[in-house]
């Protein structure tokens, strides 16, 4: 593949905004065309972002002279559907999360990429967080003996108007799907094990979304979890990773923190690592590891697998039995 890695962005809200900023941090990375359903927003965005090319369809984004890779960051129920169309054309995918709405989406978007071996990853840009990794690595090392308990919370009060798409059902509104997947996947990579319990109760909004959701895990290891994603109050969003003989403490927001404490058991800290980030959002290090991907010719990555994705959209459907939560994109024998 050339030096210089061609991005395309499908669908142009308030992520793309903040992917486009940070992709102009990437040596080697060039934005070259977007696409909306509306042109004259694919037009203003590319105009803004220096894109050479603008679409005002979906589909249209696949004729663009050249293209690398793109970047899906249209409204969930949408993931799946673009994630194949464009990796049946033979063009790399990095999806925004979740990955589909539920596990047999999923699964369709992984036969597509292995069918024309062509990469996807999942946005799940956590994974590739300085400060995920190292508080990952302290655990590795054994520095906090054993790994016991994960808590981590996200919540922000979100304007309950029904046509946002945060409590709009259509548009796959809901805290667990947009929030909740971050304590989820927190505890899915810390734990290193598959679930063997799991229960879940929920607030659900008028809308017949979940408001909040709050998950209680035992993974197969004997690790347990805490989780809680609200829309109904702005939480702390921290997490700590209890250990035997110490714990980790991830500041707010946890997902995306800038820094890292290793603590002792009385709670004395031991040692703190910092990853500033000064004019940009955190979306480099994903976007980094798409681009080692590419130019290495795989069709997943090793951070990041087709695996981590499905276990992870199959934890979210285990939770929406739990409380009950269905979506039109789901067949008739999820709930």
């Avoid at 994630?83 to 596990?103: D, S, T, Y």
């Avoid at 709050?214 to 702390?236: E, K, M, P």
Wanted: proline share 4%.
């Amino acid at each position: 593949m050339a030096n210089v890695i061609h991005w395309g962005i499908l669908g142009l809200g308030k992520i793309a905004r903040k992917f486009a900023h940070d992709l102009r941090h990437i040596p080697g990375a060039q934005l070259t065309a977007v696409a909306s359903t509306d042109l004259a927003r694919a037009k203003a965005f590319a105009a803004e972002w220096g894109a050479g090319e603008a679409f005002g369809q979906y589909e249209d984004l696949a004729l663009a002279q050249s293209l690398d890779v793109v970047y899906i960051a249209t409204p969930h129920p949408l993931h799946a559907q673009w994630a194949r169309f464009f990796l049946e054309k033979g063009i790399p995918v990095l999806c925004e999360k979740p990955l589909g709405m539920n596990a047999q989406e999923v699964q369709t978007i992984i036969q597509s990429s292995q069918v024309t071996q062509t990469f996807f990853m999942e946005a799940m840009w956590s994974r590739f967080m300085p400060s995920l990794l190292q508080a990952n690595q302290w655990i590795q090392e054994g520095r906090i003996g054993v790994l016991r308990h994960i808590r981590a919370d996200f919540g922000y009060q979100a304007p309950q108007q029904p046509d946002r798409r945060a409590f709009n059902k259509s548009l796959g509104g809901g805290s667990l799907l947009d929030i909740g997947i971050y304590p989820l996947f927190l505890g899915q990579w810390m734990a290193g094990a598959p679930v063997a319990e799991l229960q879940a109760i929920a607030q659900f909004s008028e809308t017949g979304v979940d408001a909040a959701t709050d998950i209680s895990v035992r993974y197969q290891n004997g690790v347990t979890g805490s989780y809680n994603a609200t829309f109904l109050a702005n939480t702390r969003s921290e997490g700590v990773l209890y250990g035997s003989d110490g714990y980790i403490f991830l500041p707010t927001r946890f997902h995306d923190c800038q820094e890292v404490t290793l603590y002792s058991s009385d709670h004395t800290p031991l040692e703190t690592k910092s990853f500033p980030r000064q004019d940009f959002f955190g979306y480099t290090y994903e976007i980094e590891a798409v681009h080692a991907a590419l130019q290495a010719g795989w069709v997943e990555h090793p951070d990041m697998t087709h695996g981590d994705s499905l276990a992870l959209s199959q934890l979210l459907d285990l939770v929406r039995h739990r409380i009950g939560l269905s979506y039109p994109s789901d067949d008739s024998s999820f709930s």
